[in-house]
């Protein structure tokens, strides 16, 4: 399947309504066909999983849908740590951040070690998609050297100007606390944190001493 062919398949379940509306609420795209998540899901399923076509899709910059398919058609395999380090610098929004963190990075063999460089970023994008992965793994990981440090950034990032990173953080926070191990650790590092309001920490630690 070339791109010319996905495209035709983007005007065949182009929606308007949800592309005005995105529009609306400030989405920022030169072109939105106003696709959503199952249709695009059903595309991806078309579409055989392919560096090439995946890296089109990609460079085809500023159209929703070919960067929403991008992370979901590329072979896990075949992406490397350049390849991240590439996307994650070119990364537009959130929403594309977030189709990259669920369909790509969160099921790369390195993802822990990309979050621990990516928080480090003063650029806000960069930051956001950190802890957005960050959220994403906590299923799956038992690291606690990273579960504390990734507790500890979030922690001031939830306190911090940036409101995307602010929100990302504070959604690692609450979902960590919402699980027992991860929990743990997260009020530990909250007991040590400074300069943080004490109503806030108090506020997460009975999150978690109620899911306990």
């Known amino acids: ?10 005007r065949l379940y182009m929606n308007g309504i949800v592309s005005q509306s995105m529009r609306l609420k400030g989405a920022e795209y030169r072109v939105n066909f106003g696709l959503t998540l199952p249709l695009l899901r059903r595309i991806a399923e078309q579409i ?6 995946a890296e089109e899709l990609w460079n085809d910059r500023g159209v929703r849908e070919s960067m929403l398919l991008a992370p979901m058609v590329y072979p896990i395999e075949e992406y490397t740590q350049a390849d991240a380090q590439r996307w ?33 970023s003063s650029q806000e994008m960069i930051a956001y998609t950190a802890l957005r992965l960050a959220y994403s793994l906590l299923p799956a990981i038992d690291d606690e050297a990273w579960l504390r440090h990734m507790a500890d950034k979030a922690i001031m990032a939830a306190h911090g100007e ?16 919402l699980m027992p191990h991860a929990g743990k650790i997260v009020v530990e590092q909250l007991h040590k944190a400074d300069n943080i309001d004490n109503n806030w920490r108090e506020n997460l630690i009975a999150l978690y001493d109620e899911e306990c």
């Open 162 to 177: 940036s409101s995307l990173t602010a929100s990302a953080a504070r959604r690692f926070l609450t979902e960590s606390l």
């Open 1 to 10: 399947m070339q791109l010319k062919d996905i495209k035709r398949l983007y």
């Open 88 to 120: 994650v610098e070119n990364m537009p929004n959130i929403e594309v951040a977030d189709f990259c963190c669920k369909y790509l990075f969160a099921h790369l063999s390195y993802a822990s070690q990309l979050t621990t460089r990516w928080v480090e």
């Open 48 to 53: 055989p999983p392919s560096k090439e076509i």
